[in-house]
């Protein structure tokens, strides 16, 4: 089902929605192989993550919404505070 909708995104917003699956990979083979990530580790990912959403074109953002909705908290205010304010 995810291929369907990584194939409808346009060419910006695949790239983006791929190196985050390849993020979020890696860190389920760093579970996986015994060794959890720190939360700093976790947090850094996490604000690059969003750093690289907010770096996209309105096109690119409003693809990533229709095809995968949850994608909009990568623009919520509160999220990005409260991620900057974890230890």
Request: charged share 30%; hydrophobic share 40%; with cysteine.
């Amino acid at each position: 089902m995810y291929k369907t909708k990584l194939a409808a995104l346009g060419p910006e917003a695949q790239t983006f929605a791929r190196d985050m699956m390849k993020n979020c990979l890696k860190i389920r083979l760093k579970y996986f192989g015994g060794r959890n990530p720190s939360r700093a580790e976790l947090k850094q990912i996490a604000l690059g993550l969003v750093e690289k959403y907010r770096a996209l074109s309105n096109d690119a953002k409003e693809d990533l919404k229709k095809q995968f909705p949850i994608s909009a908290v990568l623009s919520n205010e509160a999220v990005l505070q409260r991620l900057r304010s974890l230890n």
